[in-house]
């Protein structure tokens, strides 16, 4: 079995490749990211921006030969930078500049690599395709508002999660396709965010994939098209 991490240098990202190539289920895990990490051991590393639709297929040429791709991870996110790029509080802030920019990492580019690494997969038996998703992406979950094109680009992720789930049970019936909230990580995403966190509520990058790889094993057909937390409870559309 293969898998493949795309966000490959992010800190939930790296410490996925790192745990997947320790199962000894998995002889190779493809390490996907704009800089390309190191290679080592199982760790196959590519040089990949997945929002640059030529870099996608020229990966996915590379791979098409390969067998047995049966888990794929989308651990690409952006929610601010520091600087110009942060969540909004009202309407009043909102900009297309900033719609473009989260869209563009946190919809379009997990939406390029299902065109193209969806294919890869197999017809028959288990295989998991996920991406991180974010419980503030729920539209029934929300009492606060605001983040708009945060909460907006992962609503849409969620839809278009649940897209493909419909189309691969028409070619593979034990196919899954899900969302995942890792919940809030110290990672450079939610360093500006952490401050008024409860005790308890942040996790290590460690800690964080522990409970997804746990999830995302966990994982049954039935569970196709859905989203779920870092705790396995399913998050609402």
């Known amino acids: 079995m293969q898998a493949i991490v795309f966000g490959a240098s992010g800190g ?25 990490p190191a290679a080592t ?3 196959t590393p590519h040089a990949v921006d997945i929002t640059v639709e030529s870099d996608l297929a020229r990966l996915s040429d590379t791979l098409k030969y390969e067998d047995d791709i049966r888990l794929v991870i989308i651990a690409t996110g952006i929610l601010s930078d520091g600087n110009a790029l942060q969540p909004e509080k009202s309407y009043r802030q909102q900009s297309l500049q900033a719609f473009e920019r989260v869209f563009r990492v946190n919809t379009f580019g997990p939406a390029l690599v299902a065109r193209f690494f969806l294919p890869l997969m197999p017809r028959s038996g288990r295989a998991v395709f996920t991406a991180l998703s974010a419980r503030v ?4 979950d929300n009492r606060l508002g605001g983040w708009h094109a945060y909460r907006a680009s992962k609503a849409a992720l969620n839809m278009l999660l649940r897209n493909y789930a419909i189309e691969q049970a028409r070619l593979n019936s034990d196919f899954i396709v899900a969302g995942l909230h890792p919940g809030t990580v110290d990672t ?4 500006p965010f952490q401050g008024n966190l409860p005790d308890g509520q942040l996790f290590t990058p460690p800690n964080a994939v522990s409970h997804l790889l746990r999830v995302i094993y966990g994982l049954t057909p039935a569970d196709t098209g859905k989203c779920f937390d870092w705790a396995g409870k399913e998050i609402p559309a």
């Open 137 to 140: 992406g729920s539209i029934g």
């Open 12 to 36: 939930l990202g790296a410490e996925l490749v790192a745990r997947l190539s320790e199962r000894p289920e998995i002889r190779r895990v493809h390490a996907i990211s704009r800089s390309g």
């Open 41 to 43: 051991g199982k760790v």
């Open 188 to 191: 450079l995403l939610s360093k």
